[in-house]
């Protein structure tokens, strides 16, 4: 074994990557792959792609391509839809550890097409691992965000891959991938069987989304991810409405199929959150951030492992900087669970005072954070091929970053007044005035945009306060409102039922011999 | 944005591209016709509008800078609502530097400062740009009795006046509007002239913030149906 493993590195490292030769862990590892496809063995395909196709990487293929698909073919009696998945995973290990070129773009975005197409037109039944079918729509958004990138870096692009780019114009065209997601969404009727599901006419996440009954979950689960995806896409297009829309169907205040993959789960709320942030409902960005920090805090050490632990640190990382930011703007720390705010203050502490103060040191950090943890905005409308060519890879970043911080200077006079409202219980506005340094006609105004700013407006129109501390004015008079933690009996109580029926349910399901 | 009034046969067609064809070139046209509909009849919808930005940022030579601009005029109407910001995230940074566009991002800071006296002013200047659109200023007045509502109970006549810049007999029509339909009331305060007693309501009277303790909102209670019925 210890002597078939040095041949075959010998063969792939230093004889140069030969696209033909299949060594025999990977003829192994397709033909296993293809029969638990086929028997639908969710189980072993799992294990298969997520470990041993990560063992075989690291050993084999550590900086060249997989086997190309032609050879390995044959061993899977030349199965279509196989080949299209296997190509999908080799561009999928490529975009990771090489650089792909252009031409390698276009036929991975071929691919792309070929298999949803399929999968569109319900030739498939299979029933494939939620974490693969993730890691499709993931990918496909990554690799569209990818080349818009590529492709805006103009400068320094030779006459052949200008001449490619003009004639492969629908390769990750912007329309193209967001009717893909569409389409996904659609054909696969997945918000109306989550309608179903809320009336308990349908089952989906109670079986995570796979299908017990002899059916695909491919198309589903794929519409269903590919609801994310749209959600990602709007927001690297700055439409954050849009994304949250797109979000609808999926209800983030309860565990779902969007909760059973990881990287799933973290890619919605990094981008739902960051959306929010940006529509000024910090409020609800920071109730999310805290829940899913939570959650990793609690959870990462299982995924040490995974491919993705070190995504996941990275988004960790990002999210803390956005919650510094949200806090920062709209200071709500009692919705911060302790370990969370704690992680912060390590990580945060001691640039979050300084935000406080609105200088320009303040706005430095305002743009550091913002430009470390935002997504990678894309400018998605193909170049202009003529001369001079110019980059503009960085044009979609500049313009949300320099909103973004337009809208943290109209705030920067709201924390001065914060602090004063916090010991006052009742001042007169000339007080105040003359604290502040201002004209009363100046303070009006500042108080205006603290009410302004402090009162969320959601898509249908219904204001909320995400003020801390509130006043109103009575004449000249300004009366402070300390908002008080609300205690949610309630919902303490309708969780307690449910899981109260459920352990009935259980003992219910207990046969006693 | 609750100011819309019923759609019109042409507006539910355009509705429903947006909502089943809203990725599609071809529908740029009936959206750019949809936003001189909604200039003329006075009538609003985001979700066509975002839609029509996003075509444009996919083929930018096809924008119109007459469509944008009464988009911005018509997503400042739409204050408080976040409208105009939404907007701005999707027009090109060398787009927001022209003239026109550079005057209304000035206005909506003012809006969004509450800076009511250089915002009229500045409009006053730039009447080509948003007497175009009608029932821009009834608009702007709600948003400003908006943001009055939320921070004061009683406010002093002249605050309120420069804020909807209405002066004398028409502020006493205003008031008198208000009063029969608002619930305003008019005080007389000593030696300062008049005082509005604006209605209370969750945001400028404590006493009315409800109680989220006491509130579950529906769709939480219809988990347990299930077990209930």
């Not at chain 1, 569409?182 to 918000?191: F, N, P, R």
């Not at chain 1, 109103?472 to 309708?494: M, N, Q």
């Not at chain 2, 949809?34 to 985001?46: E, G, I, K, P, R």
């Not at chain 2, 109407?77 to 976040?82: D, E, G, K, N």
Request: aromatic residues 12%.
């Amino acid at each position: 074994m210890a002597n078939q493993d040095y041949e075959e590195r010998q063969q792939t490292q230093e004889l140069g990557y030969d696209p033909n030769f299949v060594p025999d862990s990977v003829k192994s590892f397709v033909v296993h792959l293809y029969r638990h496809i086929r028997e639908k063995n969710v189980y072993e395909i799992h294990q298969m792609y997520e470990s041993s196709f990560q063992t075989l990487s690291e050993r084999l293929f550590k900086d060249t391509p997989w086997p190309s698909v032609d050879a390995v073919a044959h061993y899977v009696d030349n199965d279509h839809v196989f080949c299209l998945l296997y190509r999908e995973m080799w561009f999928r290990h490529l975009y990771a550890r090489l650089t792909p070129t252009l031409r390698q773009r276009i036929d991975s975005w071929d691919n792309y097409c070929s298999l949803f197409q399929v999968v569109l037109h319900g030739v498939v039944n299979m029933q494939l691992p939620n974490q693969w079918l993730w890691d499709m729509v993931d990918e496909f958004v990554y690799q569209f965000q990818s080349f818009c990138q590529y492709r805006a870096k103009m400068k320094n692009k030779t006459e052949q891959e200008i001449a490619l780019l003009r004639q492969f114009d629908q390769a990750w065209n912007v329309y193209g991938v967001l009717n893909f997601l569409q389409a996904l969404v659609e054909k696969s009727t997945i918000i109306q069987i989550l309608e179903q599901e809320k009336e308990g006419l349908e089952q989906f996440t109670a079986t995570d989304g796979y299908d017990y009954n002899g059916g695909s979950n491919v198309l589903k689960v794929l519409g269903y991810f590919s609801m994310v995806g749209l959600l990602r896409v709007h927001c690297l297009l700055g439409d954050y409405h849009t994304g949250i829309k797109c979000l609808l169907p999926i209800d983030i205040s309860q565990q779902g199929v969007y909760t059973s993959v990881i990287g799933s789960h973290i890619t919605t709320i990094y981008h739902y959150g960051f959306a929010n942030l940006m529509l000024r409902r910090y409020v609800e960005a920071i109730r999310e951030f805290n829940k899913i920090l939570l959650y990793i805090f609690k959870t990462k050490q299982y995924h040490q492992k995974s491919p993705q632990y070190e995504q996941i640190l990275k988004k960790n990382e990002q999210m803390y900087a956005l919650l510094a930011i949200c806090l920062s703007l709209c200071p709500q720390t009692r919705l911060v669970d302790e370990t969370v705010n704690s992680q912060l203050r390590e990580k945060y502490g001691e640039k979050m005072a300084r935000m406080q103060r609105y200088d320009d040191e303040a706005f430095a950090i305002y743009d550091e954070l913002f430009s470390y943890a935002c997504p990678k905005f894309i400018t998605p409308s193909a170049p202009s091929f003529e001369e001079p060519l110019v980059n503009y890879n960085q044009d979609a970043y500049r313009l949300q970053l320099k909103l973004f911080l337009y809208e943290a200077k109209q705030q920067q006079l709201l924390s001065g007044v914060r602090t004063f409202l916090k010991v006052y219980s009742t001042i007169s506005l000339a007080k105040l005035a003359s604290y502040m340094e201002v004209d009363e006609p100046t303070l009006r105004t500042i108080l205006m945009t603290y009410k302004h700013k402090t009162h969320a407006v959601d898509s249908d129109g219904k204001i909320t306060s995400n003020a801390d501390v509130d006043f109103y004015i009575d004449e000249d008079t300004i009366h402070v409102v300390e908002s008080k933690p609300a205690k949610r009996y309630g919902d303490y109580f309708l969780r307690q039922i449910v899981k109260l029926e459920g352990v009935i349910n259980e003992m219910d399901g207990i046969k006693l011999d | 944005m609750g100011r819309e009034r019923e759609a019109t046969k042409v507006a539910y067609t355009v509705e429903q591209l947006v909502a089943f064809n809203r990725y599609n070139p071809d529908i740029l046209p009936d959206l750019e016709n949809y936003v001189n509909d909604q200039v003329s009849s006075q009538t609003y919808s985001l979700d066509a509008n975002l839609c029509l930005l996003r075509l444009y940022q996919f083929e930018p030579e096809k924008m119109s800078s007459q469509i944008v601009a009464r988009i911005l005029v018509k997503a400042l109407m739409a204050m408080p609502a976040p409208d105009f910001s939404l907007c701005l995230f999707l027009i090109p940074e060398r787009v927001q530097m022209e003239e026109q566009f550079k005057t209304l991002i000035v206005l909506s800071h003012y809006l969004e400062t509450g800076r009511f006296r250089q915002f009229w002013d500045e409009a006053a200047k730039s009447r080509h740009i948003v007497e175009a659109v009608p029932g821009f200023e009834q608009a702007i007045q709600g948003y400003a009795v908006h943001v009055l509502s939320l921070t004061y109970q009683k406010i002093p006549r002249t605050v309120l006046a420069e804020a909807i810049n209405i002066e004398g007999l028409s502020l006493d029509k205003f008031l008198e509007h208000q009063v029969a339909n608002s619930g305003w009331v008019i005080e007389k305060s000593q030696g300062r002239g008049q005082l509005i007693v604006l209605p209370r309501n969750e945001f400028n009277d404590p006493a009315l913030k409800k109680n989220a303790a006491d509130s579950v909102p529906l769709e939480h209670i219809t988990r347990i149906f299930p077990i209930l019925s």
